[in-house]
Nanobody, 128 residues
Framework: QEQLVESGGGSVQEGGSLRLSCRAS????????MTWFRQEPGKEREGVAA?????????YYDDSVKGRFAISQDAAESTVYLEMNSLRREDTAMYYC????????????????????WGQGTQVTVSG
């Protein structure tokens, strides 16, 4: 059974950095994209960064994190990373990764409804 495991979360001061990891294990059918989401209590899950896992491996970002976050992948390690820099208090959330098992499109890669395989999440807390 496919499984995604996130790690790397923690507490950091504003302006600091963290690197999240999402490792895929078990039997995974072909993935078309991987996306990082975040969710605050009582709010909807929002996509922050996505990457195609084949082809040109283009990456896409929500405007709120452009220029600060970077998504990357290590196919050999079956791992996707989210490098987060210049963190702000509003980045505080539970961060989840998700695997797109059907063809991914730019217009839907950051939408939670496009994904069915999720990790358990890792908490990021940014304090001022």
């Amino acid at each position: 059974q496919e499984q995604l495991v996130e790690s790397g979360g923690g507490s950091v001061q504003e302006g600091g950095s963290l690197r999240l990891s999402c490792r895929a294990s078990g039997y995974f059918p072909r993935t078309f994209c991987m996306t990082w989401f975040r969710q605050e209590p009582g709010k909807e899950r929002e996509g922050v960064a996505a990457v195609y896992t084949h082809g040109d491996r283009s990456a896409y970002y929500d405007d709120s994190v452009k220029g600060r976050f970077a998504i990357s992948q290590d196919a050999a390690e079956s791992t996707v990373y989210l490098e987060m820099n210049s963190l702000r208090r509003e980045d505080t959330a539970m961060y989840y990764c998700a695997a797109g098992l059907r063809r991914c499109y730019v217009g839907t890669m950051l939408k939670a409804s496009s994904f069915t395989v999720w990790g358990q999440g890792t908490q990021v807390t940014v304090s001022g």
